[in-house]
């Protein structure tokens, strides 16, 4: 049984540019949601998707924007990239439904310059 | 939102000793986890515990929800023991709400 699993692993950009991170959830889950982990911090909730739409946000401004496809994988889209962006990304999954453990993947290391 | 802090920030230890590591929320939760995070960022779910008391190998949790908080316990602790320690609760929806971790280093 796979669990969540997260593209790229890395990722170096400039400021200015955009970015676009992959995730793919644990089997059996229909909800994936997005967290910013900047270095030495816990993460922070971005936002997320069930059915193919953004049901929560946290308090990222509208340059942080998402996408859920019909298979419950999901993308975490950042424009017009700042320095501060640089962070690890994690996406978590879990059912919409029932009382249950998130599980979370491996993350994407992005960098800004 | 809701508020959650934990304590110590930052903990030394060594190898064999016992620790207990603190979680206190500000409001009601449906539910706390507690994660482990290796060097490589990696959360490891530990507990999944809303109320009551687990326990899994050498690790134990409670969490007293009537009274905001969580304890988890670390027993004959070992070097792998090492990393970040996140609790995380959620009251609405599954939005987790991170406290800012108990960092842990097990010295052999």
């Given amino acids: ?113 | 939102g809701i508020q959650v802090e934990q304590s110590p920030p930052d903990l030394i230890l060594q190898e064999g000793a016992n620790s207990t590591l603190r979680c206190n929320f500000s409001d009601s939760v449906n539910n706390l986890q507690w994660f482990h995070q290796n060097p490589w960022g990696q959360l490891i779910n530990l507990f999944y515990i809303p109320s009551g008391t687990k326990q899994n190998g050498r690790l134990s949790a409670t969490t007293v929800a009537t009274e905001r908080y969580s304890l988890l316990y670390i027993s004959s602790s070992q070097t792998t023991d090492s990393g970040v320690y996140f609790c995380a609760v959620w009251a609405a929806g599954n939005k987790l709400t991170f406290g800012g971790g108990t960092r842990v280093l097990v010295k052999p």
């Fill in chain 1, 1 to 113: 049984d796979a669990g969540v699993t997260q593209s790229p692993t890395h990722l170096i950009k400039t400021r200015g540019q955009q970015v676009t991170l992959r995730c793919s959830p644990k089997s059996g889950h229909d909800t994936v949601s997005w967290y910013q982990q900047a270095l030495g911090q816990g993460p922070q909730f971005i936002f997320q998707y069930y059915e193919e739409e953004e049901r929560q946000r946290g308090n990222f401004p509208d340059r942080f924007s998402g996408h859920q496809f019909p298979n419950y994988s999901s993308e975490l889209n950042v424009n017009a990239l700042l320095l501060g962006d640089s962070a690890l990304y994690l996406c978590a999954s879990t059912t919409w439904a029932g009382k249950e453990t998130q599980y979370f993947g491996p993350g994407t290391r992005l960098l800004v310059l």
